[in-house]
């Protein structure tokens, strides 16, 4: 989880940050989940984790990549009002997208 792996520190191992870019890589390549929205497992999720590299790296691809994957998630909202697979992760999902931070509850506040 790309999220729980952001804190780690920057440029500490140059093998680590390739490794943190290709695994975005790899969300971005798989596109939207079929299933939906989820913070806990779904395009709200995974583009939480664009954000994360988009704050890591400074490269405004990411907050793009998330933005889309953002466009896509309120296309397919559930109108169920939960945290983890609902519309209250969404809303933190899409506030990350104006603040261009990557915040996942529970790991960053709580």
Do not use: V
């Given at each position: 989880m790309?999220?729980?792996l952001e804190p780690i520190e920057k440029n500490h191992d140059a093998e680590?940050?390739?490794l943190f870019v290709k695994a975005g890589q790899l969300i971005w390549q798989a596109?939207?989940?079929?299933?939906?929205i989820g913070i806990c497992h779904g395009t709200d999720g995974n583009g939480i984790s664009l954000l994360k590299i988009y704050q890591r790296t400074g490269d405004q691809k990411w907050l793009e990549r998330a933005q889309k994957f953002a466009m896509h998630s309120i296309e397919r909202?559930?109108?169920?009002?939960?945290?983890w697979t609902g519309e209250l992760g969404?809303?933190?999902f899409l506030q990350g997208c104006l603040d261009?931070?990557?915040?996942?509850?529970?790991l960053d506040f709580f």
């Open positions: 790309i999220q729980s680590f940050e390739k596109g939207p989940l079929k299933k939906g909202r559930n109108e169920r009002h939960t945290l969404l809303a933190c261009e931070k990557g915040i996942f509850p529970g």
